[in-house]
């Protein structure tokens, strides 16, 4: 059976997964094998339903969403692989942080779960306290987090 090559594969991201480990955070308890996917709720803004998932190449940013992901119980930070195709996230890198340093990404393919980082240091609670402001200013100013 012929394939358009032009067309990315589910399992050949346009990225070199071996290059660098993946992360998303969160609270939701999940296990090796499980899928992150679109079509949630987000964990910002207004909590619309998501069109993408979110991952980072950088511990500081998944550390973020840990932290600031809304439901109950603990952050958490999960070692994830895309199963297809990952994009620069447009929310950071074009509009903060021109050049991608926070290795931010979405995709609208599942990620899965390869193992959780058990030991990771949060935020101080200033530092924490400054972006929940932020946040909140963005908020009261109409300003959605999440652009998808």
């Given at each position: 059976?012929?394939?358009?090559?032009?067309?990315p594969?589910?399992?050949?991201?346009?990225?070199?997964l071996?290059a660098q480990?993946?992360y998303h955070?969160?609270?939701a308890?999940?296990?090796?094998?499980?899928?992150i996917?679109?079509?949630?709720n987000?964990?910002?803004g207004?909590?619309?339903?998501?069109?993408?998932?979110?991952?980072?190449?950088?511990?500081?940013?998944?550390?973020?969403g840990?932290e600031?992901a809304v439901g109950?119980?603990?952050?958490?930070?999960y070692?994830?692989?895309?199963t297809?195709?990952?994009e620069?996230?447009?929310?950071?890198t074009?509009?903060?942080?021109?050049?991608?340093?926070?290795?931010s990404?979405?995709?609208?393919?599942?990620?899965?779960?390869t193992?959780e980082?058990a030991?990771?240091?949060?935020?101080?609670?200033e530092?924490?306290n400054?972006?929940?402001e932020h946040?909140?200013?963005l908020?009261?100013?109409?300003?959605?987090?999440?652009?998808?």
């Amino acid at each position: 059976m012929e394939t358009n090559s032009n067309e990315p594969r589910a399992t050949e991201p346009h990225r070199d997964l071996n290059a660098q480990p993946f992360y998303h955070g969160t609270k939701a308890q999940l296990q090796p094998g499980d899928l992150i996917e679109p079509g949630f709720n987000s964990n910002y803004g207004q909590r619309k339903k998501a069109s993408y998932v979110y991952l980072t190449a950088t511990l500081d940013a998944a550390t973020w969403g840990a932290e600031l992901a809304v439901g109950e119980g603990r952050g958490r930070i999960y070692l994830v692989e895309p199963t297809g195709p990952i994009e620069d996230d447009p929310n950071l890198t074009d509009k903060k942080f021109p050049g991608n340093p926070t290795k931010s990404y979405r995709t609208q393919h599942p990620l899965r779960v390869t193992g959780e980082v058990a030991d990771w240091q949060g935020h101080s609670p200033e530092q924490l306290n400054a972006m929940q402001e932020h946040l909140e200013r963005l908020k009261q100013q109409g300003i959605e987090a999440i652009e998808d």
